[in-house]
């Protein structure tokens, strides 16, 4: 079973910055993309930023020029860079993570949430 433990969410102005930090655990040899996703209060999850094994990346329109995503995958760890944040960014940011389970075969694995407040 693989864990995905989230940190560094919380309260910015808008134009502020915070860096989300997502660690995975478990028995891991190693993890193909990693990326983290947004839910805004009464919308659907969507697709913030994903990173493959070898670093590449690609971002939703709203956050490119932003945002950043990287990995350490020695660590198992993902981050995302948020800069000049704004009010429309505030959601609950989820990471996500696909681990390679055997053969062609994989499983999704999905942290806990953390909370990213945007005030105007």
């Known amino acids: 079973q693989v864990q995905l433990v989230e940190s560094g969410g919380g309260l910015v102005q808008a134009g502020g910055s915070l860096r989300l930090s997502c660690a995975a655990s478990?028995?891991?040899?190693?993890?193909?993309?990693m990326g983290w996703y947004r839910q805004a209060l009464g919308k659907q999850r969507e697709l913030v930023a994903a990173?493959?094994?070898?670093?590449?990346?690609n971002y939703a329109d709203s956050v490119k020029g932003r945002f950043t995503i990287s990995r350490d995958n020695a660590k198992n760890t993902v981050y995302l860079q948020m800069n000049r944040l704004k009010p429309e960014d505030t959601a609950v940011y989820y990471c996500?993570?696909?681990?390679?389970?055997?053969?062609?075969?994989?499983?999704?694995?999905w942290g806990q949430g953390t909370q990213v407040t945007v005030s105007s």
């Open positions: 478990g028995i891991i040899f190693s993890i193909n993309a």
């Open positions: 990173i493959t094994s070898g670093g590449s990346t």
């Open positions: 996500n993570a696909d681990v390679p389970s055997g053969g062609w075969a994989s499983n999704n694995y």
